[in-house]
């Protein structure tokens, strides 16, 4: 099993542009979570799919938005781009009492 | 609102020295409590949850309601103890858990 993969791993867009990050659950998970997470700081929830639907979501603007497909795979997309979005983008898979996998991030700079 | 202070971004101790991190948190509610660690150059993972009250790699963490805290002891650090050190807080909203991080503590345990 190769827990969860993220692609890319390191990503350079401008400002305006739109970005679409990718995550693969651990195998037999079905809940997909993802963090944004800035420099100097610790991971901040942005929102979460199960069952193909947006279950939660943290305090970010309508420009992030997601999907989650029947595979449990998942896309983060930010649409817009600002400076500030430049982060480290955590995706994580559970299942409903399970503790949180974390995969490796997709590092995000935006000039 | 749910929120995990660790007041010490940086930690320095010298091996064979206890070592312990600083964790509070505020949640009106039951939480669950998380240690997660980040070594170099790797992928964020959990390292202790207080609901197992097990011992990983000689750290132990108690949980205080009372002084709502959940503070990571471990009696003599070893050197490869050297990582960022995360406290999470899982709270129930609606029908899912979200993790809220604090701003993490850097241990460099010297030789």
């Known amino acids: 099993d190769a827990g969860v993969t993220q692609s890319p791993t390191h990503l350079i867009k401008t400002r305006g542009q739109q970005v679409t990050l990718r995550c693969s659950p651990k195998?037999?998970?079905?809940?997909v979570s993802w963090y944004q997470q800035a420099l100097g700081q610790g991971p901040q929830f942005i929102f979460q799919y199960y069952e193909e639907e947006e279950r939660q979501r943290g305090n970010f603007p309508d420009r992030f938005s997601g999907h989650q497909y029947p595979n449990y795979s998942s896309e983060l997309n930010v649409n817009a781009l600002l400076l500030g979005d430049s982060a480290l983008y955590l995706c994580a898979s559970s299942l409903v009492t399970i503790e949180a996998f974390f995969g490796q991030g997709t590092r995000l700079t935006v000039v | 609102a749910q929120r995990v202070t660790q007041p010490e971004k940086l930690l320095s101790v010298f091996k064979g020295a206890p070592v312990e991190l600083k964790c509070n948190y505020s949640?009106?509610?039951?939480?669950?409590l998380f240690w997660y660690v980040q070594y170099s150059r790797q992928r964020l993972q959990l390292l202790l949850r207080h609901i197992s009250r097990e011992s990983i790699k000689g750290f132990t963490a108690d949980l205080n309601k009372g002084e709502t805290s959940f503070h990571l002891k471990k009696p003599f650090a070893q050197e490869e103890d050297s990582a960022m050190y995360y406290c999470a807080l899982s709270g129930l909203r609606g029908s899912a858990r979200q993790l809220t991080f604090g701003s993490g503590t850097q241990l460099t345990v010297l030789p």
């Open positions: 195998s037999g998970h079905d809940t």
């Open positions: 949640y009106s509610g039951s939480p669950e």
